[in-house]
C-alpha cells in the first residue's frame, strides 16, 4: 500500500474538496438561519398579496437539543477515585467549557459534525476554539478512532480581501495565503501536541445535518401557510362577478385601486367565492406538523397539556428524545475526551504530571424539569447503599459534587465547634 505523500499538491487537493463540501452543506446552515426556499422559489400572483411565511423548525430543533443535553454543566468523573484530576479540570476548562460545548454541539447538529481546534492562548492556557464544515476539512487516517492526520482551516482577516490556509499537521502548523488558486507560503508554528490537535465532533453516525430529512416537510408548511395567509388578505381563490355591466379591462385596474366600482342601475356585483375546507386544510397543516416532530424525536410543549402532568409522565413523553440524545451524547464523549488527552499533554509539558484520559468518564445531565420531592425521597432510601458523593450526583442543581461535599464537610465541622464551644460555656 503507498504511503499518503502529505506535500502541498495534498494540501491543494484537500482546498479544492473543501470548497464543494463547503458549497453542499451552506444549504443546512441557510435552513437553521430562517432562509428556506420560499423566499426565493414562492409561487407569485401579480397585484395580490404574496407574503412569504417562514417557520423555522430548524432552528427550534437545534436549539431545545443542545439545552436539553448541554443546558447544565458536563461532569467529569475519575473511575479510579482521582478527585484531584478532577479539580484540575474544572480549574481549567470551568470558565469556557459549558459555552463552547454549546457552540460545538450546535454546528454538529447544523452541518452533521463540526471541529474543534486545541491550543495554547496568549495567556499560557488550555482553551479550544469552534470551526465548522464552512471553514474546515480533515482527513483522516479511516480507523475506528477517527484521527485526523491533515486538518487545514480556511478563513480571511477583516479588511483584507486575501484568503489564509493554516494547514495542521504533525506537530505543525503551516501559514499559507491562497492567490489565484496557488498556495503562497508564510511561515510554520510548532505546537506541543505530538498529534494533529483538531478534535471531530459528530452528530450521529452518518455526519448528517439533524434536520435533514424534515426539509421537504418545512417547505411544504411554509407554502400552506403562505397561500392561506395571502388567500384571507386578499381572496386569492376569489373572482368578482358582474352582471348586466360592461367594464373594459383597465377601467378594472382603475377600480382596483381607488375601491371604488361604478356600474349602471340594475347591474349586479358579488364575488364568486371558491369553498375552502377548513377541516381539511387544517387536518393537512396538523398532520405535516405532527410528522415534522415526530420525524425529529421531539415533544410539542405547545399542546394543551393536563396542569397536573408528573414528572415520570414527562420522561415517557420524552424517551424518544432521550434515545435520541444518548447517541448524541456518546458522540460528544469521544470529543470531550479527545480534549482531556491534549489537555493532559499540556499539564505534562507544563507541570511534568502525567494522567491517563481513560481513567476518566463524562457525565452528562438532562435539563429537565424535575420533581425535588420524589428526588429526596429517593436519596433517603439509597443513603445507606450508595455513597454520598454518587447521591449528589443525582441532584440536577449540583454542578459540582466535589465542591458541594468539601462545602458540606466544612459547614458540618463549623457546626460541630460552634456547638462544642457552646457546650463549653454553659458548663
Known sequence: MNKLEINESLFLTM????????????????????????????????????????????????????????????????????????????????????????????????????????????????????????????????????????????????????????????????????????????SKDEHIFDTVPINICQANDESECVYKDIITLVNVYNIINSDLSNEISDHRNSMLKIMKANIEEEDLKRMKKLGVILVPDGANVDWLIKNINDDFVQNMINNIEQKIYDLMDMVNFNEQWASNTSNVALKNKLLALSHRCTLKEAMME??????????????????????DYRDLKVKFTRDLPFDLVGLADAISKLENIVSQHTLLTLLPFVENADYEMEKFNKEKELNRIALDDKGDGNA
Open 334 to 355: 469521544k470529543t470531550l475526551l479527545r480534549r482531556v488527552r491534549n489537555f493532559f499533554k499540556f499539564i505534562k509539558v507544563k507541570e511534568n504530571i502525567q494522567y
Open 15 to 186: 482546498y479544492e474538496e473543501f470548497k464543494i463540501q463547503r458549497a453542499g452543506k451552506l444549504r443546512y446552515k441557510k435552513y437553521y438561519d430562517g432562509e428556506h426556499d420560499i423566499l426565493t422559489n414562492y409561487t407569485m400572483s401579480e397585484d395580490q398579496s404574496n407574503m412569504k411565511l417562514v417557520f423555522n423548525f430548524p432552528k427550534k430543533f437545534v436549539t431545545s437539543l443542545t439545552g436539553y443535553s448541554l443546558g447544565q454543566p458536563i461532569n467529569y468523573i475519575s473511575k479510579i477515585g482521582d478527585e484531584e484530576v478532577v479539580k484540575l479540570i474544572d480549574k481549567h476548562f470551568g470558565y469556557w467549557e459549558k459555552a463552547h460545548n454549546q457552540k460545538l454541539s450546535k454546528n454538529a447538529d447544523i452541518f452533521g459534525e463540526a471541529y474543534e481546534i486545541n491550543y495554547i492562548n496568549k495567556q499560557g492556557e488550555f482553551h479550544s476554539m469552534v470551526t465548522t464544515p464552512l471553514d474546515m476539512y480533515v482527513l483522516t487516517d479511516g480507523t475506528p478512532e477517527n484521527n485526523v492526520i491533515v486538518g487545514i482551516h480556511n478563513f480571511t482577516k477583516r479588511f483584507e480581501k486575501v484568503e489564509y490556509l493554516d494547514v495542521y499537521v504533525g506537530n505543525e502548523i503551516l501559514h499559507y495565503s491562497i492567490i489565484e488558486g496557488k498556495l503562497i507560503y508564510i
